[in-house]
């Protein structure tokens, strides 16, 4: 496990929607140059807890610390000009723009406040696919024409434009075939590389084992378990996910053991 201080932290924290806890006393922590996976099953409060975190909802209770101090999250804006970058499941491309187009949407370079800087848009664009080694057929090709991975890619760079210190990743994989999914699960690992905390949200387990450094569990809206990737495996957070001991997976391991006997 990563130690040192992280650069986010939620300590307590709970959240309600009239009658519904969604979180309960929910403790996360995110150090720099670390992979984070987010797990649980639907319910669990996963979608909360980010959404918490990107200033979509402001918690009830308890506090977020960015880089050790406590801080108030109320919008969006906030969060990002903090340095969290989110790339939520549907992505939010624009299929009209070209690849420079949805990387500084929002964000264009101007000269002199007025006129677009193309170039300069389009130079540190392929600067920054090439130092996340980012392989597409040009800068200037239309999102729509992209593969799903190329797609997702392009997503998450355009995150780190604003040079962000944690990334939210929200399901990079679903749907993606196995050649695209080693393409965005190298991303993830060059993220961390670059001193990056990475917060993944996955169903997928295979996944999770390939390149998060800690898996941190939710259930029915509470922490259960916080595990070292290299002191743990799938069954063991399977169990946690599910909140039970006894479930299809540690049976049949169990008649496994048995039938070796």
Not at 42 to 51: D, H, I, P, Q
Not at 100 to 111: S, T
Request: with cysteine; hydrophobic share 45%.
């Amino acid at each position: 496990m990563v130690t040192g201080e992280p650069v986010l932290a939620l300590r307590g924290v709970s959240k309600r929607f009239g009658a519904v806890q969604a979180l309960t006393d929910i403790e996360l922590e995110v150090h720099p140059g670390e992979v984070v996976a987010l797990v649980g099953d639907n319910g669990a409060g996963k979608s909360t807890l980010v959404k918490s975190i990107a200033g979509v909802h402001q918690p009830d209770e308890g506090t977020i610390e960015w880089e050790g101090r406590p801080v108030s999250i109320h919008r969006p804006q906030d969060a990002q000009h903090l340095g969290v970058a989110t790339v939520y499941q549907d992505l939010a491309l624009c299929d009209n723009l070209d690849v420079v187009g949805n990387l500084f949407l929002g964000r264009e370079l101007k000269h002199f406040g007025l006129v677009l800087d193309e170039v300069g848009m389009e130079q540190r664009s392929r600067d920054l696919l090439d130092t996340l080694s980012i392989r597409i057929p040009s800068v200037r090709i239309p999102i729509a024409s992209l593969s799903g991975g190329q797609r997702q890619v392009v997503a998450i760079a355009r995150a780190l434009i604003g040079s962000p210190k944690v990334v939210i990743l929200d399901e990079p994989t679903a749907a993606l075939g196995v050649e695209q999914t080693a393409q965005v699960l190298d991303l993830v690992e060059r993220l961390r590389d670059r001193g990056l905390g990475v917060i993944l949200i996955s169903h997928n387990m295979a996944d999770v084992m390939a390149v998060a450094d800690t898996v941190a569990v939710l259930r029915l809206g509470r922490n259960n378990g916080v595990f070292d990737k290299r002191q743990t495996n799938q069954e063991e957070i399977i169990s946690a996910i599910t909140g039970a001991t006894d479930n299809a997976v540690t049976r049949r391991r169990a008649r496994g053991s048995e039938g070796a006997q």
